[in-house]
């Protein structure tokens, strides 16, 4: 009897300290629960508020670019066009015939104009002309590195199609769980059925836009509306463990979204919107900056087929076409000082007048 007594003493003592410790974690997972919330809201809105600037922006940029874009893709057809027809009409001897090629393939490779795919025709001797040049690249390590990157870009997607499958499930048994309970059928009184209904409203919406954490909050505030006894272990462990899982849950979503937000920063469009954000603290606007640049590059891809033209109609040289034009004599910036150096250390070794 007296172990009796000792074992029930010690239990009755237990008890308090246990709900007490339980009362503390409970408590801790609440404040979580609630700061993981307000972190993915927050962390949705900056996602969703990026995604708008991207499309946004991507938008403005193609209504106001497309004309001056479609204006130079048809100024560099005509370039074309017009070394098509020099080629094939004009009178030309071998080595004048295969510095117009090297020329024409220069301002391709230069970027000043579109490339072409060549013809099986193409003269053979302008390949040997580049292959000092193709040389200099190691291609073979440059391709392993390729490989690695495709590879870890593929595991990583694998790995991230993981997650939103894993992600995707739990949404929709979440949602399952709440139209089981909020389903305006399950009730008869029209008060709650109304109220019922604004609820799946709720759970609808987050549903189809894959919000986990307000499922998870709409179902958390029903479960707060049910009884649990403060002084119940079982009840108490039970609340413990469903708010560790959903808060596990939560912390998953927050991840996920901070990845999902990281990603569309290493787009282009994203890098774009980087870039845009910078210009406009300094003051600049960059869209308008990018026409700018569009128009300038138009101008130049314009006097060279006027001057390619010149050569067609014969009104200049050989020698003064092989020259090039005088807009990339004159160009100041440094893209175009680049492609005449490119182009004259290319003709320095062929070019005799």
């Not at 910078?278 to 003051?283: C, F, Q, R, S």
């Not at 440094?334 to 070019?351: F, H, K, N, W």
């Amino acid at each position: 009897m007296p172990r009796t007594k000792s074992s029930k003493s010690h239990s009755v003592q237990a008890t308090p300290l246990a709900l007490s410790e339980l009362h503390i974690y409970l408590d801790a997972l609440e404040k979580e629960h609630q700061s993981l919330l307000k972190q993915i809201k927050r962390k949705r809105t900056e996602l969703k508020n990026f995604v708008e600037k991207m499309r946004s922006l991507a938008t403005e940029i193609f209504h106001r670019a497309t004309p001056k874009l479609k204006q130079m893709t048809d100024i560099d057809q005509e370039i074309h066009a017009l070394f098509a027809e020099i080629f094939t009409t004009r009178k030309l001897g071998k080595q004048s015939l295969k510095n117009i090629k090297l020329l024409y393939r220069n301002l391709q490779l230069a970027g000043v104009i579109s490339p072409k795919i060549e013809s099986q025709q193409e003269d053979t001797e302008i390949d040997e002309l580049f292959e000092n040049l193709r040389q200099e690249f190691d291609f073979e390590e440059e391709s392993e590195e390729n490989r690695n990157q495709h590879h870890q870009r593929q595991q990583e997607w694998g790995d991230n199609s993981a997650t939103r499958k894993d992600e995707s499930r739990k949404i929709r048994q979440t949602f399952l769980r709440l139209a089981e309970i909020f389903h305006p059928d399950k009730v008869k009184d029209s008060e709650t059925q109304m109220y019922h209904t604004e609820i799946m409203k709720e759970i609808n919406k987050a549903y189809q836009e894959g919000d986990l954490a307000r499922l998870l909050e709409i179902e958390r505030q029903h479960e707060l509306g049910e009884s649990i006894d403060n002084n119940s272990e079982d009840d108490l462990t039970r609340r413990c463990k469903t708010l560790e899982q959903q808060n596990q849950i939560l912390k998953n979503q927050y991840e996920n979204l901070k990845r999902e937000l990281r990603q569309a920063k290493h787009t282009p469009e994203g890098a774009m919107v980087a870039d845009h954000r910078k210009a406009a603290k300094a003051g600049v606007d960059s869209v308008n900056q990018m026409l700018d640049e569009i128009e300038s590059q138009m101008n130049i891809v314009t006097e060279i087929r006027d001057f390619v033209k010149d050569f067609k109609e014969q009104k200049i040289t050989i020698q003064e076409f092989l020259n090039g034009p005088g807009i990339l004599h004159d160009l100041n910036q440094e893209i175009m000082a680049d492609i005449l150096e490119q182009m004259l250390s290319e003709l320095q070794g062929v070019v005799r007048f």
